[in-house]
């Protein structure tokens, strides 16, 4: 089974960029879509952004739209959540996850492989 593994969390500044990075371990990667989603403490996981199998199609949330910019390598095996003029309430555990399936979802039960989470953490 295929492993992810995020980096690129961080402090930083309101208004202030972090690019997220997820790798995965398989060549199988390609084959599936793709989502960031992100849990703020006491809160529930929730969806920010996905990426359909080939790129060409892609997700946001409300909140993070005209921010936020999720793209894929598959020649890389390598997924990325550019994060742009972020704000204090973006302070969140950020998490990687492969769908099982190409189309993008916005369903968390429809990922079947998770990344470890990689902590962001935006100053005001």
């Known amino acids: 089974q295929v492993q992810l593994v995020e980096s690129g969390g961080g402090l930083v500044q309101a208004g202030g960029s972090l690019r997220l990075s997820c790798a995965a371990s398989?060549?199988?990667?390609?084959?599936?879509?793709m989502g960031w989603f992100r849990q703020a403490p006491g809160k529930e996981r929730v969806i920010v952004a996905a990426?359909?199998?080939?790129?060409?199609?892609?997700y946001y949330s409300g909140s993070v739209k005209g921010r936020f910019t999720i793209s894929r390598d598959n020649a890389k095996n390598t997924a990325y959540l550019q994060m742009n003029s972020l704000k204090p309430e973006d302070t969140a555990v950020y998490y990687c996850?492969?769908?099982?399936?190409?189309?993008?979802?916005?369903?968390?039960?429809?990922?079947?492989?998770w990344g470890q989470g990689t902590q962001v953490t935006v100053s005001s």
């Open positions: 996850a492969s769908a099982r399936s190409r189309v993008i979802t916005t369903i968390p039960t429809s990922y079947d492989t």
């Open positions: 398989e060549r199988t990667f390609s084959n599936n879509a």
């Open positions: 990426i359909s199998w080939s790129g060409a199609s892609t």
